[in-house]
């Protein structure tokens, strides 16, 4: 079955950075877009970019252009999102998302479990 | 870039209730919008994509319609276990801001 499964919660300073993994399984990993979106305490769903597993090529919006790196390791089937230069608004759960690579399929179908980031000094 | 408002931002309905949700596009989306339900501390769940198809596994009181700009995502008879939020989302990745489903 599928599944995607994050890393743990983090707790960074201001101004550090962080990574996030995603290791996905039960299916072929270079076949979807892994995107990533995140929730900040109480807030609604805010989509933050996204990686072709296959080309390693990405789109990230553009709020976060310059502070979020995305890579994937396709040995290990794992995606990770990095964001540096971190504030106290970027405390929020994030999460990877699936999206076939199908150009029509423009729907998240599978989610990771969800890692919250918190910033704190 | 097209913006998404969804409605209401909240609403409070019985069991048994019709519930109907709204997202409007400020653009044509042909039919490329999807819904999306969230419950307290867990990942969004997809329940309908390309405006009216049901994901493998969601009952069928839930069900969704529309295209171009004007969509609906209705819950047939309400259930105590639909309490949560539900998010349309559009194929260019931006979600709507999400409607809290709570029981009266």
């Known amino acids: 079955q599928v599944q995607l499964v994050q890393s743990g919660a983090e707790v960074k300073k201001p101004g550090a950075s962080v990574k996030v993994s995603c290791k996905a399984s039960?299916?072929?990993?270079?076949?979807?877009?892994m995107h990533w979106v995140r929730q900040a305490p109480g807030q609604g769903l805010e989509w933050m970019g996204r990686?072709?597993?296959?080309?390693?090529?990405?789109n990230y919006a553009q709020k976060f252009q310059g502070r979020v790196t995305m890579t994937r390791d396709t040995s290990i089937s794992t995606a990770y999102m990095e964001l540096s230069r971190l504030r106290s608004d970027d405390t929020a759960v994030y999460y990877c998302?699936?999206?076939?690579?199908?150009?029509?399929?423009?729907?998240?179908?599978?989610w990771g479990q969800g890692t919250l980031v918190t910033v704190s000094s | 870039d097209i913006q998404m408002t969804q409605s209401p931002s909240s609403l409070s309905a019985s069991v048994g209730d019709r519930v109907t949700i709204t997202c409007q596009a400020s653009?044509?989306?042909?039919?490329?919008l999807n819904w999306y339900q969230q419950k307290p501390g867990k990942a969004p769940k997809l329940l309908i994509y390309?405006?009216?198809n049901l994901e493998t596994g969601v009952p069928s009181r839930f069900s969704g319609s529309g295209s171009g700009t004007d969509f609906t995502f209705t819950i047939s008879s309400l259930q105590p276990e639909d309490i949560a939020t539900y998010y349309c989302?559009?194929?260019?990745?931006?979600f709507g801001g999400g409607t809290k489903v709570e029981i009266k």
């Open positions: 990686i072709n597993p296959n080309s390693g090529g990405t």
């Open positions: 390309d405006a009216s």
């Open positions: 989302q559009q194929y260019d990745n931006l």
């Open positions: 998302a699936r999206r076939d690579i199908v150009a029509t399929k423009y729907y998240f179908d599978y």
């Open positions: 653009q044509d989306i042909s039919n490329y």
């Open positions: 039960g299916y072929t990993f270079t076949g979807y877009y």
